[in-house]
């Protein structure tokens, strides 16, 4: 029964390597992961009578608003692109980024009273929550779909559509989930300590989604303004996803290729940050 | 190779004081700015001993300093001192929610530690479920929780309300189905609160037990927080006493030693009514003491201990029908029992009495006390009456109800007989 082995297998020290990112413990836990992932979807809608149904309802009104807003009075152009699936995509995709954003920003504050009792890679809970996000994103698609088709097979409209650029599908929701989760990181690790940041990241995601095309194309921007607004890493990933979706959109490979940049920057900043944040956090949050 | 299995080593934890806002914004400048020059943190020189009650001149404390011990495989270490000692921050460190300030910690081996039971617990999802995600929180495999399921089902009694969501589970059972969880613990070191104060008594037994059956039959080396003197006596095999951050000079011993050391150094109101320098005219009380039986005073006791009351009485005004009385209060200043003697057997002629009453030991129960004294005449007059002085307290270190410590069972050990009846 004893092992034979000499050495010590937790060694608890001041301070974390910072570049020590503990993927080993992490896969341990991975039971966990799923299982948090169940309980954070499960509680959400116990007792409720149409349960996840309610993904359905408020991307739907959302929707209905927006039409009426950015599609009738304020006249936006969606490229030609009916203007129920133009925003409804448009929400789908900023829902998930937001969503990511938002759960990993929170991950210290929300979680500090298990925190406090039981020591376990600490990542595993923004981890669960941006699972939990892609299901509801997936959720919230699936409906979108079924508009799509049925504007395909009765209404005739004919998006202009190629195999290949579904591959954007996948390849937008990772760099969006990448860059919300990166970033969202960093805000909890900063906001342990003081909130400040709390304050500005509250109206900054609102005034980052009007930075970002989810309710206009990037075309209708006029080319002074452009240039700014390419700077947002965002707009690589949310352009090409209505192009896969419809076949308009505007973007390069070297926008991607930004994107994907500055995605790896925002993890990388922010697991470091993470990973000095969780040891003592305790103490201040 | 050496049984050691836990190696703490100048663990120290130093705290902050009062509010975050500009304050400690400068000192995190300035720590940054030491940091950057590749000098030591400025700060860690500062603070002081962690003792709550003294106002302090600097912002930070050590709530743990140079804290050093090593525990051996199989070992049951009782961790006691007053609040405010460092217990659970070390328990804290131990259990990796948060970090020390400087030394390290080096343990061989899986650790649970249960800062708290039911960890995680959702009121949404049932029981099974509930049972799976705790698990996992305190680092289980799925595989490993299935094979103790049953187990733990069993321990915690809860086979009907398996699929029933635990919000509708009556408190007992939601404890008791925290607590199967965490006896199942396959760690090889477990690091355990005072968790144990809920819980029911039969429960509680079971689960003394069973930690006593983890370390005896298995190995497991177990480290206990508790203020339940009679739990750490019956079960510990070893203890350190944590004193405002420190270890105790006897460092590391015998529970035996650790709890007379913890009942010595909790005895800050030796407990005196001294009334020589007022100015009371009449037959009256002077002096008012409680001791032991090694002539030491205090007002903290254990059980099995006896109480001795000196009373030193001033009779001026002397006549032969003097009585002196005094009557046993419990906590809730509930009289216990009275004596009454008259005082004309012990009275000399310079006109001060000096008096012993003991209560035996094993009379009263572990609690609270207080006593009324008085000084009458019957039927005429008091001459003195002091209410509510001399506080004392009875601790249980192992008593026969003390595995029913929140219970009230009365404020004194009955002698009684039992037997059969065979008609």
Redesign the interface.
Known sequence: ????????????????NLLDFKLKELH??R??LW??V??EY??AY??TLLGPLWHFISPIFSTLIYMLLYGKIAKLSTDGVPMFLFYNAGIAIWNFFNGCFGSASGAFTNNAG???????PRLIMPLASMITTLIKFFIQFSLFLLIYLYMIFFKGYQPIFSIWSLLYIPLSLFILAGIGFGFGIIVSSITT??RDLTQLVGFGMQLLMFATPVIYGLSIVPPEIKQYLLFNPLVAPVESFKYALFGVGEFTLNLQLYSAVCMMIFLFIGLILFNNAE??F???V | MSNTVVKIENISKQYRLGDVGSGSMRDDFKRFRYKLMGKDDPFARLGEENIRNKQSNSDYVWALKDINFELEKGEILGIVGNNGAGKSTLLKILSRTTGPTTGSIKMKGRIASLLEVGTGFHGELSGRENIYLNGSILGLRKYEITKKLDEIIEFAGVERYLDTPVKRYSSGMYIRLAFGVAAHLDSDILIVDEVLAVGDAEFQKKCLGKMKDASHKEGRTVLFVSHNLAAVNQLCTSGILLNNGTINSLGKTSVANIIDAYLKSSQPSICIVDRSDTAIHGNHFSLLRLSDNNGNFKSDFQFDQEINIHVKINLPDYNEYLELAIRIEDKNRVPVFTIHESLCKFYDENSFTSLIITIPKKFLTPGFYSMVVCINYPGVTNYDLLENILPFSLLDTGSEFSRYENLNYGSVFAQYSITKNDQ
């Open positions: 029964m004893q092992s034979t082995v000499e050495e010590w297998n937790i060694i608890i020290k001041p301070k974390n341990n836990y039971d966990l299982l948090w169940r309980r499960v509680g116990k007792q298990i925190f406090g009792k039981v020591y376990f300590k003081y040891k003592n305790m103490d201040s």
